[in-house]
Structures are given as C-alpha cells and as structure tokens.
C-alpha cells in the first residue's frame, strides 16, 4: 500500500497536517507535530528517491483518471532529488524553530506559524511532484501564501512591509505564470506537461506558444529572485523570523529554479528555448551579473542577514548559469548546487538565528568577540562559510568545481574565470563577519551581558547541516548519482520526445493545425 | 449579435478600468471593481460559461466588494499621493500588453469547434463524463472529480488565506459590551435583514447541492452563506455575530472543511483505490463518484464559508477598534 501511494503522501502528508496543527493549537503539541510530519515526509521522500534511481520514473494517476484527462504525479530523479533536500531542511529547521520562535514570534501566533510552515511545505512537494502544469500553479499559490504569513510573523514591525512588497512581486509572478500557462493551454488543448511537450512541439513557430513561454519565464524569474527581480528578496529575509528566512532561503528558490528546469528541459525543449528563443544568452548574461552586482551589494551591507540574502541571489545567479550552459555537465551542476546551496545557506542562517536569539540583534558589529561566547555556533558559522567561498573538502567546492568544469567543456573560459572571481567576493563578506567574531573584542558595554551557548535544540540541526556541508564535500557519490542522473534523464526525455515527434507519432495534431488555418484564411 | 454584446462590454469594462485608475477615492473604487467584476460575469456568461459567470459575481462583485469596504473602514477612504515615479511600472504595463496582444494574434479562431481546445482532452469530458461520472454539470464533473486535486488545493489557498489574515490581524473581542455597535436604531433595516437572511441561506444551500445539476457549489454556496452572516454582523455589530458563531469556531470549521475533503481521498486509498477515486466509495463506480463528489463539495463549501466570515470578523472587530478610538 505505502510503495503504491508513495509518489502522493509527501504531498498529502503535510496537507492533511496543517489543518490539524491548527487545530491543536497549543504551540508545543503543534510544534512536535508538525516536526514528526515533516520527518516522515523526509522518509517518505527518501525512499521516492530510491525508487526513482531504480526504476526511472514512477507516475501516479491522481483519482484514477488517466492523465492527460487527470491530474498526474510523476516522480523521476530530478524532483526526487531536490524534495530529499526540502524535506531534510523543512525537519531541521522546525526542530530548530522551536526556541528560535519563542523568541521572535509572538505567542498566540505559534500554532499559525507551524500550520503554515506545513502549509508551504506541502506547497512546495506539490511543485516539485506534479506532472501537470496547472496544477503546478495551484501548489505555487499554496505555498507563496503561506510564505508571505511566514515572513509577515516576526515580531519586528519592518517584516510587514518586506512582505508586503513580496507579496504584490510574487502575486505578479504568480499571475504571469497562469497566463503562460493559459496561452499554452489555448494552443494545445493539455495541461499534461509531458503531453504540452508533445504537442509543443508541432508549434515551434507560434507566437502564441512563444509569449506563453516568455510569460512562464519571467514569472519564475520573478520567484526564484534572478536578477533584476530579485529586489524582494533582500527585506523579505532581513526581517522574516530567522527560522523562517533559513527554510525559505535553502528551499524556496530552489524550488523556482527547478520550475524553470522543468518548463525549459521537459515542456518546451532545449532547441525551442536556446536554439530558437536565444534565452541561454539572456539567461548567462543576467546571471553573471546576478553573481557580480549580488556578491558585491553583499560586501557593503551591516546587517548579516541582509548579506546573506545578497549572497542567496548571487548563488541563484551561479545556478542559472549551469542551466544556461545547454549541457548535462552544466545542469548537473545546477542540480547539485540545489541541494548544496541548501546545506549552506540553511546552516548559515541558522548560526545568524542562533546569534539574534542570544544577542538581539544581527548587524556585524554585535558579532564582534562572539567567537569566544558562542564558540559552536561561530564555527558554525565559519564552516558553512567557508563553504560558500568554495574551500576544498565543503560541498561549496563541489559545485564550484562542477560549473567550472561544465564551462569549460565548452570552452567558455571567460565564464570560468568569472565564477571564481565571484568567489572572491564571497570571502570579503564572509570574512568581514568572520573578522568580527574572532578577531575582535567583545564591546565593554557587552561584558556585562550574559551572552552564552544556544541550547542543544538549535544546534544539533545547525550542526547536523555543517556536518553535511564536510560530508557531502568529500563523499560526493550520492549528489553527484543523483544529479547525474537527473540532469541525463532531463536531456533524454527532451531528445525522446523530439524523435517522437520526427516519427509522426503524433500527426493528428498536425491535422487539426492545418483544419484551423484553413478556418482563419 | 453575440459579438456586438461583447464588444459593448469589453468596452464598458475597459472604460471602468482607466476611470478605477485615475480614481483617487477608494470607496467609488471599490464600487467600480464591483461592477468591474459583473462586466466580467456577463461577458463569461456571453461565452456560455455560466459556472465561471456565477462564481465570478459571486465571489468578485460579492464577498470580495464587502471585504475592500471593511478594509476602507480601517484605513481611511482617500488615496495617499503615490511618492513614487509611475514611468517604470507604464512600462512594464505597455511591454506586458503588447506581448499579451502578440501573443493573440495567430491565436486558434475564436469559439471554433476544430481548436486544440475542443478536440484534445475536451471529447473524452463531453462524451464520457455523463457515463463515467454520471454527472448533467459537466463543469462539476470535471473541477470535482477528474482534476479533483486542484480544487482541493484550491481549498487548501483559501485555507492558507485565513492563516495569513488571523496571523496579521486576529480577531479581537471586544471588551466593553455596553458599546452602541452595529446598527440597532435602524428599525427598517432590522426588519429587512431578517425577512432576506433566512432566504439567502435557503440559496446557498440550494447552490450547494445543485451544483451537481447546475451551475454552483461549494465555493459560490460558501460565499453566499457567509454574506447572510456578514449582513447579520453589519446589523447586529459583532458580539451578536460571534454569538451565533464565534471565531474559534470558524478556524476550526475551516479546517474541518479541508479534512473532510481530504479524508474522501484517504478513504477510498484505504478501499484500494487511487487518492480522491471516488469509484471506490461505493460497489457501483457512478454511484461512488456521486457520493465523493457531494461530499467533497461541501468540504469546500465549509472551508469557504468559515474562511469568509472570519476574514470579515478579523477585519470587522479591527474596524470597530479604530473607530472607538
């Protein structure tokens, strides 16, 4: 029964949770709940993984309607991949939640937080399982609403405005993703992605087919926060509970950046996209930028979490780049630097939480002589740093190393170069942080102050992520199998599909395009 | 003729358009998105789509109409002057028109019986669904019960919607109950509101369980009970509203809905079937879909209801706070 339903119970699990977290209400039994949810989810979604690497693909019919008439789940090692990373974060970060919470939401407010980190949880599975592309959207909207309450719990009143604006971004993205996919629809008649695929594919010249893939780009652009729409990103993580801006800033995105994967790789087909579209430029140039403008707004900021969240759009700049290389080398490493960026970036601001719940406060001059006081969460701190730098032996080097590699199979050395320069940047404003918390003296106002440890509640998760970060830097068989795997199969579908096509297996669309040209002469 | 209609009222709605733009009181704007919204219904209902045309006057013209106005008591009617420049957000609005209207241009012929869209996934809804689902409504059919997990979703954003709103209101009760609310001197108004509240309640019903035969269910019966209710608060004020149902209740009426929804699908997993088979609910397939889809419906029609009345009373109770004071 459990192997038959495994491609829906992530999805429904946490679904079903949320309501009922609510209705527990109290914020402990809320909070124990929702953390034994979401770890099931994790087993669940590791076991997804197991399957998907050795059967392919596994589709589940949802009402037993056939797709493409029904909704379809389909599971391959792609979104098998990046769930195992939102599952693993989703648990940490609500263990972690617990004191970090208590600290920075206010209490009549717990159980309502807890359901809608739920919520947004099973928001995202749903993204990331879904074979249909409405269906995509309703999951989409989920998860975007129960973000903006997220962001819009601290109890520092600034949150409201940072959610306010990143509500109106991504309710425009959202809206330009629903028109994409509505042009899509009105040209083919499916919602089915595989199906959409198939049918695309005897359109390559309409118009109709290329706004609804420019409407579909820019509103995913606007979620995953690619330069230049990221500006809502930098004070939605500055002023969300810190618990909230370490989940959403190792999963949101992600999720966005593997929408775009989907739509580029499985619906509309590399050649359609790069060859006849021309985005790959596009898409590189404003990444670079993305990496150059980000990394660098990241080394003049004061307050950490503002720099971590410059750091996040310039790391999103390092995974459109992989993707915008056109080769299973390039997305493969976008693929593992999902899951990689997660590890970092969720370690990182759990450190910064840990340090606000202690301190009061993030600017870089509180951390000064916090090294001595928080002596574990620092190095932390440090660790999952150096990680972003891209040092040997943390997962920061694994991707680093895989996207140069990408690059220069193809011979761009330039963007090679490039993306090590980025990483140049990264060390100025890690380092700055770093400087402060070792290498100066607590203040003397401070002294007085009794600034000690966070409990074990915070930094087991915090630690679990670090030690991830060193794990998966050296024994990079399980990334780099999944990756692989997932980036081969994205290339094979697409060449699949196009032979298909070659072969006339679908020729009555043709016949129904040329019955409708005939109609309008 | 058809035609002419439509083009009289794409114009009436692009007319109401520019004036909400250059509008500066937010009251007759509001009043303008109403009308906006029962443009919208006539041209979807010009189009033969009398569930979307229902569901938009309800939702659109209604609730959403009773719920900017609430908003307006608590911040005030006018305007502020916008601070900032309004070049880039033109532009974006122009080179998003002109890709919409590029995009049109060689789009299948209108209402054209060969279009992709009556000749792919359409057939097998028309011609199978009475059969297989043995539904009159195909449009039923089709949100209940073939894409039945976008509309639980569905149910699950406008759950996710009253999470948010408690989150950043929360509904207050008030403290001093001697305080004049609502509107008791108003003997007419007393009189009509209860000769209309029974009977709107007696249509939200109605709309809850024809939604089988036609246009309605859950989401318009939702809406439209919970403007019975909302009536009942404006007339009453609100001690008397949360006396009939407070707003602990609701929260867990809107879950309820979303689990009772949900536990159709458990089930007929538990019968062996797929998630949300309704062919599993009963020894007869059709029979099953009829039991899953009623059921399901008034999860919706619940969580609607309750998610509704409860925005009002958050922003209500919020209202009433900032008048007192």
Redesign the interface.
């Given at each position: 029964?459990l192997e038959q339903?495994l491609a829906?119970l992530p999805i429904?699990l946490p679904?079903?949770a949320?309501?009922?977290a609510?209705?527990l209400g109290r914020s402990i039994f809320s909070w124990g709940f929702a953390t034994l949810v979401s770890g099931l989810a994790f087993l669940l979604s590791w076991q997804l993984l197991a399957a998907a690497l050795s059967d392919g693909v596994l589709s589940?019919?949802?009402?037993?309607?056939a797709p493409?008439?029904?909704?379809e789940l389909r599971v391959d090692a792609a979104n098998a991949f990046v769930l195992l990373a939102v599952t693993a974060i989703s648990t940490l970060v609500l263990v972690y939640s617990k004191h970090s919470i208590e600290k920075e939401v206010k209490a009549?407010?717990h159980s309502?937080?807890y359901?809608?980190h739920l919520?947004c949880l099973?928001g995202l599975s749903?993204i990331l399982i879904t074979g249909d592309a409405?269906?995509l959207f309703?999951?989409l909207?989920?998860s975007s609403?129960?973000t903006?309450?997220l962001v819009?719990?601290a109890s520092d009143r600034r949150c409201?405005t940072a959610a306010f604006r990143y509500l109106v971004m991504g309710t425009i993205g959202a809206t330009f993703i629903l028109?994409g996919v509505g042009?899509l629809?009105?040209?083919?008649?499916?919602?089915n992605m595989l199906d959409l695929a198939e049918?695309i594919d005897l359109y390559d010249s309409?118009?109709?087919i290329?706004?609804?893939l420019?409407?579909i780009m820019v509103g995913v652009s606007i979620k995953l926060a690619l330069f230049p729409l990221h500006m809502w990103l930098p004070p939605a993580y500055t002023h969300a509970p810190s618990a909230v801006t370490a989940f959403l800033a190792s999963t949101a995105t992600k999720v966005a950046v593997y929408v775009m994967i989907r739509f580029i790789f499985t619906v509309f087909g590399i050649d359609h996209v790069f060859v006849d579209m021309g985005m790959g430029l596009i898409l590189m140039a404003l990444a670079v930028v993305a990496i150059f403008k980000c990394s660098y707004m990241a080394t003049v900021q004061s307050n950490v979490k503002t720099v971590l969240a410059y750091s996040s759009v310039a790391q999103i700049g390092y995974l459109v780049l992989g993707l915008s290389l056109v080769s299973v080398s390039g997305l493969m490493a976008s693929m593992i630097h999902i899951f990689n960026h997660a590890l970092m970036k969720g370690a990182l601001f759990m450190a910064v939480g840990a340090v606000f719940y202690r301190v009061g406060s993030v600017d870089i001059k509180d951390f000064a002589g916090l090294g001595r006081k928080m002596p574990l969460t620092m190095a932390a701190f440090t660790i999952a740093g150096l990680s972003i730098i891209g040092v040997p032996l943390t997962v920061g080097f694994v991707s680093k190393w895989y996207l140069v590699i990408a690059a220069l199979e193809q011979d761009q050395w330039l963007v090679a170069a490039l993306v090590l320069v980025g990483s140049l940047f990264a060390v100025i404003y890690i380092g700055r942080i770093i400087e402060a918390a070792y290498f100066q003296k607590l203040p003397e106002s401070r002294s007085s102050e009794n600034i000690k440890e966070v409990s074990w509640l915070m930094l087991v998760p915090m630690w679990v992520l670090v030690i991830a970060n060193i794990y998966f830097g050296i024994d990079t068989s399980l990334t780099t199998e999944a990756a692989n795997s997932a980036s081969e199969w994205l290339f094979q579908t697409n060449s699949m599909l196009e032979n298909k096509v070659m072969e006339g297996e679908v020729l009555e669309?043709h016949a129904?395009e040329e019955?409708?040209q005939e109609?309008?002469s | 003729m058809a035609e002419f209609i439509d083009l009289v009222l794409l114009a009436m709605l692009a007319l109401t358009a520019l004036r909400i733009i250059f509008l500066k009181d937010l009251f007759a704007v509001v009043m303008l998105f109403g009308i906006y919204s029962f443009l919208s219904a006539l041209i979807f209902l010009n189009l033969d789509a009398v569930d979307v045309a229902f569901t938009e006057a309800s939702v659109g013209a209604g609730i959403s109409t009773v719920l900017m106005l609430v908003t307006l008591a608590i911040t005030g009617r006018k305007e502020k002057q916008s601070t900032h420049s309004s070049l880039l957000p033109l532009f974006v609005v122009l080179v998003t028109g002109a890709?919409?209207i590029?995009?049109?241009?060689?789009?299948?012929?209108f209402g054209?019986p060969?279009?992709?869209?009556?000749?792919?996934?359409?057939p097998?809804?028309i011609e199978e669904s009475p059969k297989e689902v043995g539904l009159p409504n195909m449009v039923t059919s089709v949100l209940a019960?073939?894409?039945?997990?976008?509309t639980?979703?569905?149910t699950?954003?406008v759950?996710?919607?009253v999470?948010?709103v408690?989150?950043?209101l929360?509904v207050r009760r008030k403290k001093k109950k001697d305080l004049e609310s609502g509107l008791e001197s108003h003997r007419v108004l007393h009189v009509v509101a209860k000769i209309i509240i029974p009977l709107v309640i007696l249509f939200a019903l109605y709309v809850q369980f024809h939604g089988d035969f036609g246009p309605g269910g859950g989401f318009q019966a939702g809406v439209i009970a919970a403007a019975a209710f909302i009536l009942y608060a404006l007339i009453l004020g609100l001690p008397k509203a949360f006396a009939v149902v407070g707003p602990r209740f609701l929260?867990?009426m809107?879950?309820?809905g979303?689990?009772l929804y949900?536990s159709v699908?458990?089930y007929s997993?538990y019968m062996g079937?797929?998630?949300?088979?309704?062919?599993?609910l009963a020894t007869d397939p059709v029979a099953g879909q009829h039991y899953g889809i009623i059921i399901i419906e008034l999860g919706v029609g619940v969580t609607v209801f309750a998610v509704m009345l409860n925005i009002f009373y958050a922003f209500g109770s919020q209202a009433e706070r900032s008048n007192v004071q």
């Open positions: 029964m339903h829906v429904i679904l079903i949320a309501p009922l609510l209705i589940y019919a949802v009402g037993g309607w493409p008439w029904g909704i009549a407010n309502l937080f359901t809608a919520l099973a749903g409405f269906n309703v999951f909207e989920i609403l129960a903006y309450t819009s719990l409201l028109i042009l629809y009105m040209k083919t008649g499916t919602l049918r309409s118009r109709t290329n706004t609804g420019a409407f669309g129904i019955k409708a109609v309008s | 890709a919409l590029y995009g049109t241009l060689d789009m299948p012929p054209h060969d279009n992709p869209v009556h000749q792919h996934v359409a097998r809804y019960s073939y894409r039945g997990f976008d639980l979703g569905e699950v954003v759950f996710s919607a999470i948010g408690l989150s950043l929360g929260q867990w809107a879950a309820a979303v689990l949900a699908g458990l997993m079937g797929h998630f949300l088979d309704y062919n599993q």
